[in-house]
């Protein structure tokens, strides 16, 4: 149900399909950066969800969630097997994964912290959306706390 993939041309619908609610105003789409040398790209249930894991450090992990709409009744299910998927496959120096939350989307903060994911800190006013700065809400999750 989960597995790495490597075909950009899957995994950019997914993630372009998401492009205008995560992203900040004047972004252009071609920012988005598909390596796959520096980014695992995970599928869900044969791309109705893409995870985006990239190492932050030696210790840390960051992962981004791209669920398509039609799919979100099932994002839970897709969060706890991507960061199933971390805690079986990464590589041990890997302890912590982190997020990070607009605060202008507090449903996907409620959504973090299901997956068991801490509120960790704020970047305050560091994500410009319509026209108006928001925080950026910090999240961690040890990696012995995986469910």
């Known amino acids: 149900m989960?597995?790495?993939?490597y075909d950009v041309s899957k995994i950019a619908p997914v993630v372009m399909s998401m492009f205008d609610d995560v992203s900040e105003d004047n972004t252009k789409e071609s920012c988005v950066d598909f390596d796959l040398n520096k980014n695992i790209w995970l599928s869900c249930d044969n791309y109705k969800a893409i995870f985006q894991i990239q190492a932050f450090n030696r210790t840390a992990l960051d992962i981004h969630c791209y669920v398509k709409k039609e799919h979100r009744s099932r994002s839970k299910e897709f969060g706890l097997l991507a960061l199933r998927w971390i805690k079986e496959h990464a590589p041990s120096m890997y302890s912590k994964v982190i997020t990070?939350?607009?605060s202008i989307y507090p449903h996907v903060k409620k959504y973090v912290k299901s997956l068991g994911f801490e509120h960790?800190?704020?970047y305050k006013k560091a994500f410009t959306k319509n026209n108006q700065v928001w925080d950026f809400w910090l999240f961690g999750l040890n990696r012995e706390d995986i469910k």
């Open 100 to 102: 990070q939350v607009p």
């Open 120 to 122: 960790e800190g704020t």
């Open 2 to 5: 989960i597995e790495q993939v």
